[in-house]
Each structure stands twice: as structure tokens, then as C-alpha cells.
């Protein structure tokens, strides 16, 4: 059966791949090296930043602290970072 499942959530994906920008993954508030590696500043403002993997093509957000406050597809970063900066 979760073989089934996996397979299916898979194949969904595959069919549909702008269902991850609408995802945001659970997260544990972490601290982070700030993005010194495989990271790019995506946007800024007032400390907090919207960041993107340079090998995944994930997304996450860090706080002024360099502590990282979620991360998931680009859509869902992207409304979330605008609710915590603007």
C-alpha cells in the first residue's frame, strides 16, 4: 500500500510539476551558514531573505538571524515572504 501511494504521488508530480511551487515543506527552525554556498539571494528586505538552492531549485527563507524559517517551492515561498516582510 505505501508502495502504491509513493508511486502515485510520484506519477502525479511528474504529470504536474507546478504543484511544487505551491508546496511548503514542514520545518525546523534551523540555524544556516546564511547562504555562503549553493544559495542565492532571491529577495531582501529588512534582513529577512528569500533564497534559492543552486543544485535543488528549492526555496527557503531566512530571517535576519540567519535562521531559516521555511523553505518549499517558489510560490509558496514567495507569499509567505511577502506576508513576513511586507
Given at each position: ?6 508511486e502515485a504521488a510520484m ?17 525546523i527552525n ?57
Open positions: 500500500m505505501k508502495k502504491f501511494l509513493i506519477t502525479t508530480l511528474a504529470a504536474n510539476p507546478s504543484i511544487v511551487d505551491n508546496i511548503s515543506m514542514p520545518n534551523s540555524p544556516t551558514l546564511g547562504g555562503v554556498c549553493f544559495w542565492n539571494d532571491i529577495y531582501s528586505v529588512k534582513g529577512w531573505r528569500l533564497q534559492q538552492n543552486t543544485i535543488t531549485q528549492h526555496y527557503r527563507i531566512l530571517d535576519p538571524n540567519n535562521i531559516r524559517r521555511a523553505y518549499g517551492g517558489l510560490t509558496a515561498m514567495e507569499k509567505l515572504f511577502n506576508r513576513i516582510s511586507g
